[in-house]
């Protein structure tokens, strides 16, 4: 059974405290990791897609990278407003259903 | 509009009471998913538009729910005979296309249903 696990739930940072958050998948053959931001009330907002193991995507403060196994979410020297709950979904061959599965998510909470 | 619009933002029913919420998609996006978020959870997935063709349901947990996009722009999700367990965010996702290239699936703010 495909599975999307993410650690740890919660993530408490100082300003300025680099860390990373991790997303391990169990899937039968990926298509493609994808990584997405939700800030409370709101609905998921798109971050990153990676398809293969070795492949990384950056954004500003953030970096995504990918193996056979996980991928990881890299923040660098966070701010306050990178605090929301980061979302990690994979879809998987066969593309039988186009079905994108989540996570439950990492909080994390940047402290000024 | 710009985004994905939801209505209504927030819904509380009785149990037993049918409900209906509505999805407008951005404009040309030929997919759209409704997922369905528990407190804490990450989102699970409910069903899958292609246009008007729903090619994917295996994710409605029981037949009282049911979902359609007649003219293959605005969806609607009915739940019939709404039960406590059924309290949850549902929400609306649309793509330019399956999805499939670049996972970059377009979100609304949800719908909040609460079941008393």
């Known amino acids: 059974e495909d599975q999307v696990t993410q650690s740890p739930e919660a993530l408490r940072l100082q300003e300025g405290e680099s860390s990373s958050l991790n997303c391990s998948y169990t899937v039968s053959g990926l298509r493609g990791l994808f990584w997405y931001r939700q800030d409370p009330g709101k609905g998921p907002e798109f971050l990153f897609t990676?398809?293969?193991a070795g492949e990384e995507k950056e954004k500003e403060r953030l970096k995504a990278t990918l193996t056979k196994k996980e991928s990881f979410l890299h923040i660098t020297a966070p701010k306050p407003e990178d605090s929301a709950t980061y979302l990690c979904?994979?879809?998987?061959?066969?593309?039988?259903?186009?079905?994108?599965?989540f996570g439950t998510g990492t909080s994390l909470t940047v402290i000024p | 509009g710009a985004g994905v619009s939801q209505s209504p933002r927030y819904k509380v029913a009785k149990r037993g009471q049918d409900v209906a919420l509505r999805c407008d998609p951005i404009s040309g996006h030929v997919s759209l998913f409704w997922y369905q978020q528990a407190l804490g959870q990450g989102p699970e997935f409910l069903t899958y538009?292609?246009?008007?063709?729903?090619?994917?349901k295996s994710g409605l947990p029981s037949d009282r729910f049911f979902a359609e996009r007649p003219e293959g722009s605005v969806s609607t999700l009915k739940i019939q005979r709404t039960q406590q367990e059924d309290s949850a965010v549902y929400l609306c996702?649309?793509?330019?296309?399956?999805?499939?290239?670049?996972?970059?699936?377009?979100f609304g703010e949800g719908s909040r249903l609460t079941v008393l």
């Open positions: 996702a649309s793509s330019l296309d399956r999805g499939r290239n670049t996972g970059e699936l377009f």
């Open positions: 990676l398809y293969s």
């Open positions: 979904a994979v879809q998987a061959f066969p593309d039988t259903g186009n079905q994108f599965y």
């Open positions: 538009f292609q246009n008007e063709a729903q090619l994917d």
